[in-house]
């Protein structure tokens, strides 16, 4: 599996929320890997597990009622979750950064948005702050924001959602990352102005040449622009393949009910979309059998009693299923 | 064609659309309307004029200048407000009393402010076992008397400071001694002030948009968290200027607090009791100048406290 190219990996990471009402089995033991310059889409539904997984990954849970359980996050030969505190803000900003869902609220409403942008560089490098007021200019450019070198003196409140998601990218790369983490970016705005943020952020990747991680359960979004895709459920990984692999041949039922929920242009509307019945599962309780059994319309004795574990079908395609779904029986 | 060229010239941007208030132009706006912060301020500023101006005009010397032979004298033309017990003038003892207690005011509110931005920020930021720690301790503080803590503390410390010379003058060291008691007693408030904000304002998503930039905790303390606590801490470092001066007054009148021949609006009133009935210059202009300046900071933080207020939509 792991190859030179591959600079990110995740091992049987296991975070959990110890809360008054009992412990979240948020994420319970996600493995992935990722290869230099390639984009990989996690998709799910809400309080799947996604963010928390990539927050766990760059250790942003906080800790407590957060833990950390168990697992490694191998990244450049250097387990993200041994290093220490001030270790690890090296490694934030710099070498991954991340962009999150809602541009409203991720921007310190009292300071500039200059100064919010230089303040990354002026932790991650030794430029100057004419240096870095010149840098900050060419990355608000960069983003496409007209009038940069006047904006810079202006407070978030000044600029748009769209404007100021383009701000938040432009702080994320302001350090040329080799991996970029993408939490629903796009969900908080509005049609026209995500497609204008995945034209640039693809754009952006492209110049850059980093890795990106976009979590998103937009699944044409995910068609647009990842290589790979990883579907979660209840903190699982329930499948895992490149997206033509994962449009064309769903290995997995979740899957499938999700890919029969989406509307596509290209099919004519024959008869209703499909919902998936009942509701994700508690995650208060400590998952027995595959999580996804009260839902599976494949559901068979075993799935109850034995949660699959992600295994490998075809080169590269991987499901965490009991039955094979083209047949309907146990593999 | 005809309808276009009766039309002006093209607007500019700038004519079209005012430039956005900002918040300084806000709060402005908010707290001119508060007709009692304005006078507040207003006062405010003549007693700034009285205390330190009035220096050009009488000498210290002439202040602290014993005359025993016109001790007790009532208003005069060459005595404005009197003389005292010791027959020094009251009208120069006002003066540079007023200086040494409004710097005691100030001082003391910044040494409070320091210490409660300090402890609030730190209990309110790491939580956990640090915040249990830092705000029992505040509590603690909170439930003991701060007068009582007062006067035997300066009981104890005002005498242990020598005599300073600051600007070719010479400060009783008790002066620094009641600044630092004021100062070390009044933070509790603050503090769980500070701390409260902290607490909310560090689960919003900004500051874990700063913590996925790698920002250090002592920056996301002090250049993110702490200017969106900037408004609480303005109206209470007012309230507390106003605080310490009449906690200053409070200790000097009973006579622990500063030391003669310093004079400060407190420690003028220290032997006036005496003389309510029989000499009542001595404890009126003193008295009053306290009232003045407490009620008028009072107005002014109130004034502060609306116009800083982001729910007060009023402009």
Redesign the interface.
């Given at each position: 599996m792991t190859d030179n190219h591959t600079f990110l990996e995740v091992k049987d990471l296991k975070t959990r929320f110890h809360t008054p009402e009992g412990t979240v089995f948020a994420v319970n033991g996600v493995s992935f890997s990722l290869k230099e310059g390639e984009t990989l889409a996690v998709v799910g539904e809400s309080g799947c597990g996604k963010s928390v997984t990539m927050m766990s990954l760059l250790r942003l849970i906080s800790i407590p009622p957060g833990k950390i359980e168990c697992g490694e996050v191998i990244y450049r030969d250097k387990d993200l979750l041994k290093l220490t505190e001030s270790e690890m803000e090296h490694i934030r900003g710099k070498e991954i950064a991340m962009i999150f869902q809602d541009p409203m609220t991720s921007l310190n409403p009292v300071l500039t948005v200059g100064r919010q942008l230089t303040e990354t560089l002026r932790t991650h490098t030794p430029m100057n702050p004419d240096q870095c007021r010149e840098r900050a200019i060419t990355l608000l450019d960069w983003v496409g924001i007209p009038d940069a070198k006047n904006r810079l003196n202006d407070h978030p409140h000044q600029f748009s959602g769209g404007m100021r998601q383009r701000v938040m990218i432009a702080m994320a790369l302001a350090c040329t990352p080799s991996l970029l983490i993408a939490d629903e970016p796009t969900t908080a705005l509005d049609v026209t102005i995500q497609a204008q943020i995945i034209e640039l952020v693809k754009r952006l990747k492209q110049d850059v040449g980093m890795a990106m991680i976009w979590i998103t359960h937009d699944l044409g979004v995910v068609a647009g622009m990842a290589d790979r895709v990883i579907v979660m459920y209840a903190g699982f990984i329930v499948e895992e393949a490149l997206v033509d692999d994962l449009y064309d041949n769903p290995l997995h039922p979740y899957t499938m009910a999700l890919l029969q929920a989406l509307p596509r242009a290209d099919r004519r509307r024959e008869k209703n979309l499909k919902s998936i019945q009942g509701s994700p599962p508690n995650l208060l309780a400590e998952p027995v059998g595959c999580p996804f059994a009260p839902r599976c319309e494949f559901v068979k004795e075993r799935c109850v009693r034995e949660n699959p574990i992600l295994t490998e079908i075809t080169g590269g395609h991987k499901t965490a299923c009991w039955v094979d779904v083209k047949t309907g029986g146990l593999r | 064609m005809t309808t276009t060229q009766n039309l002006p010239d093209q607007l500019l941007v700038t004519e079209v659309e005012s430039p956005?208030l900002t918040?300084a132009d806000l709060t402005w706006r908010r707290f001119r309307r508060h007709k009692m912060a304005i006078f507040g301020a207003f006062v405010l500023v003549f007693l700034f004029l009285y205390s330190f101006g009035g220096a050009f005009f009488v000498t210290e010397k002439y202040a602290n200048k014993t005359n025993t032979k016109e001790r007790l004298q009532a208003p005069s033309a060459a005595h404005p407000f009197g003389t005292d017990t010791v027959g020094r003038d009251i009208l120069a003892r006002t003066i540079y009393g007023g200086q040494i207690s409004i710097v005691i005011g100030l001082t003391a509110a910044f040494v409070e402010v320091m210490v409660g931005i300090l402890i609030g920020a730190i209990a309110g930021y790491f939580g956990?076992k640090i915040d249990s720690l830092l705000m029992r301790f505040t509590e603690a503080m909170l439930n003991m008397p701060t007068l009582l803590i007062l006067i035997i503390m300066s009981k104890f410390f005002s005498d242990k400071i020598a005599n300073v010379n600051i600007l070719g003058r010479t400060i009783s060291g008790s002066v620094i001694v009641i600044i630092f008691i004021i100062g070390l007693t009044s933070w509790p408030y603050l503090a769980r002030i500070v701390r409260a904000e902290f607490l909310s304002l560090k689960e919003?998503?900004?500051i874990?948009?700063?913590?996925?930039?790698?920002?250090?905790?002592w920056?996301i303390i002090f250049?993110?968290i702490l200017?969106?606590t900037?408004a609480p801490v303005v109206v209470n470092a007012t309230l507390g200027v106003a605080n310490a001066i009449s906690s200053e007054a409070y200790v000097s009148f009973l006579g622990m607090g500063v030391r003669a021949p310093t004079a400060t609006w407190g420690n003028m009133l220290e032997n006036a009791y005496r003389y309510i009935e029989t000499a009542y210059w001595l404890w009126l202009f003193p008295g009053l100048l306290i009232v003045l300046i407490t009620l008028s900071i009072n107005f002014l933080g109130d004034g502060l406290r609306d116009a800083l207020d982001p729910r007060s939509r009023t402009v």
């Open positions: - | 956005p918040l956990g919003r998503e900004f874990l948009a700063a913590r996925a930039t790698g920002t250090p905790n920056e250049k993110h200017p969106n900037i």
